[in-house]
């Protein structure tokens, strides 16, 4: 008897000890995974005068002005216009996504930098598209003046260009507002 007596402390002990450890004689139920996120989660929401373009094959998306045009899934349009020519219209941007190969955006940014070679006034500076370092680089020589950002996300390279773009005007241009949402709205899915 005086054995159980002894034991009975003990087993009080070691149930103290579970408790305080949160070990129990029962399981507890496996939480539910948690939900994935939705586009609606993750992409801006398009409003009157605010589309949304949703590249889901390309893994992005972003707002733009209503007003402009996206019949092309990778390009928007600022004043498209109609007739035949090389110009579809006033300004706009390209959307071009590549593998990666294990290169950051800044290797992206030196290489096109590099390849210009002297003589031309080729400036760069760093800014956070959803959380990923993007380098942007104006006055690489090219057909149109055109501000290149390099974004590397998931070891893909998400290059946008925006066309034409003239630094020194006197006002704002419609392209720098575009440049200013796109950048600001900009998601990976």
Same mark, same amino acid.
């Given at each position: 008897?005086?054995?159980?007596? *002894?034991?009975? #402390?003990?087993?009080?002990a070691? +149930?103290? +000890? ?5 070990i129990?004689?029962?399981?507890? !139920?496996p *939480?539910?995974?948690?939900?994935? !996120?939705?586009?609606?989660? +993750? ?5 009157? *005068?605010?589309g949304?373009?949703?590249?889901t %094959? ?7 002005? @209503? %007003?402009?045009s ?8 600022? =004043?498209? +216009?109609?007739?035949?020519? &090389?110009m579809p219209? &006033?300004? /706009? ?9 294990g ?8 290489? @096109?930098?590099? @390849?210009?070679?002297?003589?031309? =006034? ?5 800014? &956070?598209?959803?959380g990923?370092? @993007? ?11 055109a ?16 066309? #034409? /773009?003239? #630094? =020194?005007?006197?006002?704002?241009t419609?392209l ?7 950048m &600001?709205t900009? *998601?990976?899915?």
């Open positions: 008897m005086k054995t159980n007596q *002894r034991l009975i #402390p003990i087993m009080m070691g +149930i103290l +000890i579970q408790m305080a450890c949160g129990s004689g029962t399981t507890t !139920p *939480r539910a995974p948690s939900q994935v !996120p939705t586009l609606e989660d +993750i992409c801006p929401s398009p409003t009157a *005068r605010m949304v373009l949703t590249n %094959e390309e893994g992005y998306c972003l707002l733009y002005p @209503a %007003e402009y996206t019949t092309v899934s990778h390009f928007i349009v600022i =004043n498209p +216009i109609s007739s035949p020519g &090389d219209g &006033d300004a /706009w941007l390209n959307i071009a996504v590549a593998p990666a190969s290169r950051t955006a800044a290797q992206f940014a030196d290489e @096109a930098i590099t @390849a210009a070679g002297d003589g031309f =006034n080729i400036t760069s500076f760093d800014r &956070d598209v959803d990923e370092q @993007a380098v942007v680089v104006d006055g690489l020589p090219g057909q149109d003046s501000r290149y950002v390099f974004i590397v996300h998931n070891d893909r390279l998400y290059n946008l260009v925006f066309t #034409p /773009w003239y #630094p =020194n005007a006197a006002d704002p419609p720098e507002d575009l440049f200013t949402m796109v &600001d900009f *998601r990976f899915l």
